[in-house]
């Protein structure tokens, strides 16, 4: 399989009469994206769109997904897979990729549990999404009395149509850069060891849930899937809850663990092939699940396992099942997690832990306390920082700064390690 | 016989065995583990939702409630789910939720839970 992103890199961003790239610079045209996501019976007639780009004072809460506005432009199926368009697979041809830019939405679906992106001060250095150019879905349901799981299909839906309508409308101009990824499950370099990548993700229910080619997580056995096909949008997010440490649908389009594995492939290890699995609440789910998706690495012949969690708690326990299970078949892993340590980082970091579990990388403490300072512009609805994750009664001060866990920051410990903390080697 | 061990009024009438607990999410958690030392055995993982335990005022665990000796399993999920809570202690903030917010906690919690009551055919 081999996939060409076609990127235009954009700086900027403005509203005008044609929507289109120029020199750097994405024009947008306002009314057509308004009429596009008001198409949607489930959105009501007050839905606005903002612009915000990096270091501009302007917070954006609450944040329900973000997505990389990306459109093929050659080969098999089209972008979002089973959401938007047919449901056939992706991760071959040629893809547009406005890199550098990114559709947020933000909209009230429960009194909690959304996040926050700040593009400036000390809050922009904790989330991904302050160094992108922001399109901004303020949304709001047509009915207040909704079925709440309509209007988060809703608000998921309109984020993706506004992505794939940016690139869409960008298709004609020349890339500035073309990057190719090639993978085949086949190529075995010899005496380089068979690594694949165990992609965990959420699916407890309402806001806690994921999407593969269109088919809800929870009701799957855990399968086979081409990093390629994750670049074209296969795997969407549905969750939001807690902000810090969930994919959203940009870090599965831009997800780290695949791009470095596709780099090393055939220099350091082979990389085989993502197994992506499931995150249920009954134990006989998890159970499957995870005998399941080391049963397929064993067929495989896997020598190692890269195991990205995503979210607390309850996946703990799939993280640690799938660790032991492949540690005693004989295939090595090593874990990515976050860490609910405590705001002194003293507690115990995770809910389950196995003695095979010696190789662990973290993206963070969620726990950890951060005072956001005023911004000048707030798009979305500021008060809700009372009652997000990570909040509490008063963490909105009179003056506008906000004091909040990490958790409240949108993608500040990405388990996919699409995330700005981190340590180097200088 | 498949119960729900809960603290969250909104099963009332929608779960078909519920053992409604009108305390805390940890005592919901503490009458889990007094009813796994006597031979029950968890069905769902009792720290289900992203949610930490001094935001979310409601638990929900569903059982297989028996007698007989002691599923060590599910001792060991609902020990470290209890362990959780307990060094979540010094963390917990005084939550006056506003009946809005409490009634979205209390959804999020069904829904969390709605595919295993489905599974296990609980729900009326």
Known sequence: ?426 | MVILFTNNRIFLNRVKNLKLINLSAYDVLIDVRNSIHLGSHLLTHPLCGNLKPSQQPFRSVLLEEKKGSVDFPSLSLIEEAIAVYRSAGSLAATQNYEKVTLNDYAFIDFELMRASLEHYRVLI
Not at chain 1, 68 to 74: A, L
Not at chain 1, 171 to 191: L, Q
Not at chain 1, 206 to 229: A, F, N, Q, R, W
Not at chain 1, 251 to 260: C, L, M, R, T
Request: hydrophobic residues 40%.
């Open chain 1, 1 to 426: 399989m081999r996939l060409e992103l076609h990127k235009l890199h954009v700086k900027s961003l403005q509203f005008g009469e044609r929507t289109n790239f120029s020199n750097g610079v994405l024009t947008v045209n306002k009314s057509e994206l308004l009429n596009l996501i008001s198409e949607d019976p489930l959105l009501g007639k007050n839905l606005s769109i903002e612009l915000a780009v990096p270091g501009e004072k302007v917070r954006i809460m609450p944040v329900k997904d973000v997505i990389e506005p990306r459109w093929k432009i050659e080969g098999n199926g089209q972008v979002f897979p089973g959401m938007l368009s047919g449901v056939e697979s992706v991760g071959s041809g040629k893809t547009l990729v406005l890199t550098g830019a990114a559709v947020v939405t933000s909209g009230k679906l429960v009194r909690f549990q959304e996040g926050i992106i700040d593009m400036s001060g000390p809050g922009a250095e904790y989330t991904p999404y302050s160094k992108t150019c922001n399109v901004v879905l303020i949304l709001e349901p047509s009915d207040p009395e909704m079925d709440k799981h309509d209007y988060e299909q809703a608000c998921r839906m309109a984020g993706l149509k506004a992505a794939a309508y940016l690139a869409k409308s960008c298709a004609d101009v020349k890339a500035d850069e073309v990057e190719a990824f090639e993978h085949s499950t086949m190529d075995n370099t010899p005496g380089l060891p068979r690594v694949g990548y165990l992609y965990m993700l959420q699916s407890q229910g309402l806001l806690h849930d994921t999407y593969l080619y269109g088919v809800d997580m929870k009701k799957i056995l855990p399968t086979l899937l081409s990093p390629l096909e994750v670049m074209d949008g296969a795997i969407t997010s549905g969750n939001c809850v807690s902000a810090c440490d969930k994919n959203s649908t940009y870090s599965h389009q831009n997800n780290q663990v695949i791009a470095n594995m596709l780099k090393r492939n055939g220099k350091d290890f082979n990389f085989v092939t993502c197994i992506v699995t499931n995150e249920n609440v009954t134990l006989a789910d998890k159970k499957r699940s995870s005998d399941y998706a080391i049963k397929l690495a064993a067929m495989l012949g896997l020598e190692g396992l890269v195991i990205t969690e995503e979210g607390f708690g309850n996946p703990d326990a799939d993280l640690i099942m799938n660790c032991w299970k492949a540690e005693r078949l004989g295939i090595k892993t090593t874990l990515l997690t976050d860490e609910y340590a405590g705001r002194d980082g003293a507690s115990q970091s995770l809910a389950d832990s196995c003695p095979e579990g010696n190789a662990c990388v973290t993206a963070g403490n969620a726990n950890e306390v951060i005072t956001l300072p005023p911004m000048e512009k707030v798009f979305g609805f500021a008060n809700e920082a009372n009652v997000i994750a990570g909040g509490w009664d008063g963490s909105l001060a009179g003056d506008g700064s906000i004091t909040v866990e990490l958790q409240a920051i949108t993608g500040a410990t990405s388990e996919l390690g699409y995330t700005k903390l981190g340590a180097y080697t200088v």
